[in-house]
Each structure stands twice: as structure tokens, then as C-alpha cells.
């Protein structure tokens, strides 16, 4: 016996019971994946994928190296720009310096600094000291 509108056959009847015994299930091969699909990626996209990467991780190596050596360039002009500035400032400063030793030492400016605020006078040329031990 059979369900009405239905393609399925009763398990429990009579008829599948006696039928049942002699049917045997077939095996159909075919319409699944092949055997290339269940490999997975093949090598050639692999190793195509495998040589873009090395190709990215080279850039960005390229890349940082480029920025780390950017980076040290600016910082050693930075230190130069302050050297400079201190080299011109050390050179000012003895620029004074040899002006202000110049006026020192003036002979003219001794001599008046020697007469006027220390009272001192030139030693006379006829002035001489004469020593005899006898």
C-alpha cells in the first residue's frame, strides 16, 4: 500500500516486505567534485601568491629603511643647523674678546691709568745708580 500524492512507498507493507529482500541499492559515480577541486589551490597560484607576498614584504622593508635613513638625515642636519649657531656665536665672542684686549692693552691707556690714578712718573734719563764694591 502506497500514501495518496505521495512518491514515497510504505516501509511497513506488506509489499515492501516481500520486495524488500531482493532490492539492492546501485552505486552511481559522476556529478560530484573532481579530483582537481578537492586538491585545494593549485601550486601555480600558490606559488604566484607566495612570490606577491615576498614581493609586498621586500617593499615594505625598502620602504621603512627608507624612512629610518630620511629620519637620521634630518636629525644630523638638525645637529649641524646647532653647531653652527654655536660656532658662529663662539666666533663673535672672540671677535670681542680680541677687541677688547687690543684697547687694554694700549700703551698710551697704561700710561695714563699709571700717572693719574697711581701717581707714578717715567724714570729720567740722566738718573742712574752706580754701585762700586771696593
Do not use: H, W
Request: hydrophobic share 45%.
Amino acid at each position: 500500500m502506497s500514501y495518496r500524492g505521495s512518491e514515497a512507498e510504505r516501509l511497513d507493507s506488506r509489499e515492501f516486505a516481500q520486495q524488500g529482500a531482493r532490492r539492492s541499492f546501485d552505486v552511481v559515480e559522476g556529478a560530484g567534485l573532481d579530483s582537481a577541486a578537492r586538491r585545494g589551490v593549485a601550486p601555480e597560484r600558490l606559488a604566484a601568491f607566495r612570490l606577491a607576498l615576498a614581493c609586498v614584504a621586500v617593499f615594505l622593508v625598502l620602504g621603512v629603511a627608507r624612512v629610518a635613513v630620511t629620519a637620521a638625515t634630518v636629525q644630523t642636519l638638525e645637529a649641524n643647523s646647532g653647531l653652527t649657531g654655536q660656532v658662529s656665536a663662539a666666533e663673535d665672542t672672540a671677535k670681542e674678546l680680541r677687541i677688547e684686549a687690543a684697547v687694554l692693552s694700549n700703551n698710551s691707556r697704561i700710561t695714563t691709568i699709571a700717572t693719574e690714578n697711581l701717581g707714578m712718573v717715567y724714570a729720567g734719563a740722566g738718573e742712574s745708580l752706580t754701585v762700586s764694591v771696593s
